[in-house]
């Protein structure tokens, strides 16, 4: 708006402009452009502050009071906060219910896992080459991630019930010493709880790898075959360097839900029994919290299971980082 | 190097969200009080029902756990809708939840000023902090003012005061906590229905050989504890249970040692269902409505569950005693009063409309059918229910209690914080291999803990 009377050229006139300019024109330059950065940083702040103040606001905030909260005893919403130094760290580090449920974690993530995510890349590899049916494939691949936790858990009871789908199945080919009741038997709870996992996830991570798969160039394929590379060459020689980010991508989320929502698993179908047995870290952070009261402890559990958490998807990421070509 | 940065931090921003996330989800929790529930035979009353209108339209929020499969549910929703029809100028709209997620909603939504204005819950939690807390209104004046002095059973007011002596709520539904035994599977397995623990162990044996579970439980929740705790109190008086549930000392204590050996013993005898230790209640339900196990402990609340099919040959009875050395001397049960009506701060704001809907549903039209369909004992001292109108389940729900000893419930004297924790503790009692020192140790430590 004043522009005009600062600089009556344009920016391309002067920079064009050849012949030496008075100490008066550089001056007057020199505010042009201090003006033209002072009016785009102001744009650029006005732009993104919305978005640091929400993420400062929503999720920097309550991630501080998470590690501020950790060291008070707090029983209850409406119970005064006692501050107990790293007492709640002390409790926590001698829990043996907290050291089940970080090993049930463990067991969970190193099942789940490679069972998710390697089916999970073939059946995406399947489906970028566009096989026949392809579109229909896609759609069955991805129906369960539409099902909400608590209608497939419901779906999982009435297979694993004492008389359910399974043990019938068993029993009818012969092989009811395999029958159990599976929620229920310590040997068997927490991989039923990771079974339903299992066939809930490859699905859709078959999807996720299948759209970044269509990205690489089929002729890539179709150079490797007429080299006679085979099918195994293409997954895992070909489509899975190349892919390698995004699959680092597709762990991180997988070892995010594991950690976090599979809690939901558990709360539904085993409350984290028998005895400990099902219990993960996770499912234990919410117990503490929304069952047994306990608000600081449930928070000292959230923090180890945070910085669990990042040094995961930070291992992750450096185990799956493509090598610059 | 940028875009591996913004992974890095994306995943990040999907961690923090996640941990931020919360849900809730529960069972129903029974609590309690020391008397039986009242015979269902007195005369007909109904309390005083005024039909001032109220100055200007209301809506009362109310929060509940009956839900719509739950037999109380749509005996509660009917008298909601005919509260309303009779009372035009107030809405009512009810909001359900579990009976162990009443308390969290409430006290998020009182910071928020938000709360319901009537909650219908247990005392077990809430009862010793909500009028301190300001949550709700201490209701011994009100209970005059409204015309319910004298009306209440006794038993049920003392359940529902604190330990002040302030009345909290408005005692509601009774209950009492029988064994169910299924006479069919008996009489096949060649039985008789046990009254000592050692024909417990004997049945248990023969119902096996016959090829049904014996007694089934949800060794997982608060179903596995109450069972856990009645076996604990064979071999304790009330007086030990009060002194040893409310502060701890299992393992010091001779006679609780002892219950606790009794239950290892029974457990370790098979007379529990196999994998118990991993069922919920409503697996022990389920078990049992099918036919598929001899005997539960369930609560009166489920008598409208009880299929039709099987309500000839289900008996209730008390938990068997031991043949000897007993302070008890019949089979127990628990029985009390543990839900009541709650009004809260909110509910203060709008005292009239409140006052409508606690004396309505006190009425004995309201009350009524609460009895006859679902068998909850009546709080009240003098609502009569024609005999003629229960079905002989329900009938034999009343008579019963006549053969056993009510044993005093431990919710009323555990620290009310450590509810979950004991249930945990009583799970891991139900897994085989678990010793009578592990499991007192583990008590123990949940009361040391309360500290």
Known sequence: MGLPQLCPMTSQELIKEEKPLTSKEGALRRSYFKIQRARSRAAFILLVLPAILWFVGLMLWPLANMFYLSFFRWDGLLDPKIFVSLGNYTRMFNDEHFWHGVANTAIYLAVDMPLVLLPGFVLGFFLSQRPPGSRLLRVIFFAPSMLSVAAVSMMFVGIYLPDGILNTLLHQVGLAQLEHVWLADADTALGAVIAIDIWGSIGFYSILFYASLSNISQELFEAARLDGANLWDLVWRIAFPLSKDFFGVAMVLNFVWIMYGSAQNVLILTKGGPGDHSLTLGYYLYNQAFMGYRLGYSQAIAVFAFTIGLLGILLIRRITRRSEV | ?451
């Open chain 2, 1 to 451: 190097m940028k875009p591996r940065f913004s992974q890095t931090a994306l995943s990040i921003l999907i961690l923090v969200s996640i941990i931020l996330t919360g849900c809730a989800q529960g069972q129903a929790t029974p609590a309690a009080a020391t008397q039986a529930p009242p015979p269902a035979a007195v005369e007909p009353e109904a309390t005083d029902v005024p039909a001032q209108p109220a100055a200007a339209p209301v809506t009362l929020n109310i929060m509940h756990n009956y839900a719509p499969d739950d037999p109380h549910g749509p005996v509660l929703e009917q008298v909601f809708k005919d509260f309303m029809a009779a009372n035009p100028d107030i809405k009512i709209e009810a909001q359900i939840y579990s009976d162990l997620d009443i308390p969290l909603k409430v006290e998020t939504a009182f910071l928020a000023g938000q709360e319901p204005d009537v909650v219908f819950n247990n005392y077990a939690i809430s009862r010793d902090t909500w009028i301190d807390k300001g949550v709700t209104l201490q209701l011994d004046d009100l209970l005059k003012e409204w015309g319910f002095d004298g009306k209440f059973l006794p038993a049920a007011l003392d359940s529902s005061r604190d330990k002040q002596g302030r009345l909290v709520a408005f005692p509601f539904e009774g209950f009492t906590w029988p064994v169910w035994y299924n006479t069919d599977i008996f009489e096949k397995a060649g039985v008789e229905v046990p009254t000592t623990t050692d024909e417990l162990v004997e049945a248990a044996k023969k119902i096996r050989e016959a090829g049904y579970e014996p007694f089934t439980v949800g060794g997982i929740d608060w179903s596995g504890y109450a069972v856990f705790t009645t076996i604990v109190q064979l071999k304790l008086s009330d007086e030990e249970m009060r002194e040893v549930f409310g502060k701890g000392g299992f393992a010091q204590n001779k006679n609780a040692m002892e219950g606790i050996k009794l239950f290892t013993e029974l457990r370790d005898a098979g007379v529990f269902a196999e994998h118990s230790e991993g069922f919920q209640a409503d697996a022990m339900n389920a078990m049992f409505f099918s036919e598929k196990a001899a005997m539960m402990q369930a609560g009166s609340w489920a008598y409208g569950q009880l299929p039709e099919s099987m309500q000839d040959h289900t008996a209730l009875a008390g938990f068997p005693i031991l043949a000897s050395g007993s302070p008890h001397e019949k089979p127990v049960i628990y029985a009390g009063f543990g839900k009541g009506v709650w009004v809260t701060r909110n509910g203060g704001q709008k005292l009239d409309a409140v006052r409508r809907f606690v004396q309505y549903v006190y009425s004995a039209e309201s009350l009524t059918p609460f009895i006859v369909d679902t068998g909850m004992p009546s709080p009240l001292l003098d609502l009569q229910v024609d005999p003629a109108k229960l079905s002989p389940f329900m009938l034999q729900s009343t008579e019963y209690v006549k053969g056993v000893t009510i044993v005093d419930i431990t919710d009323n004297y555990v620290p009310q914080k450590a509810f979950d924790a004991l249930y945990k503790a009583s799970a891991g009692a139900f897994i085989p291999g678990a010793t009578p020192e592990d499991i007192a140790a583990e008590f123990d430590k949940i009361y040391a803990e309360q500290q």
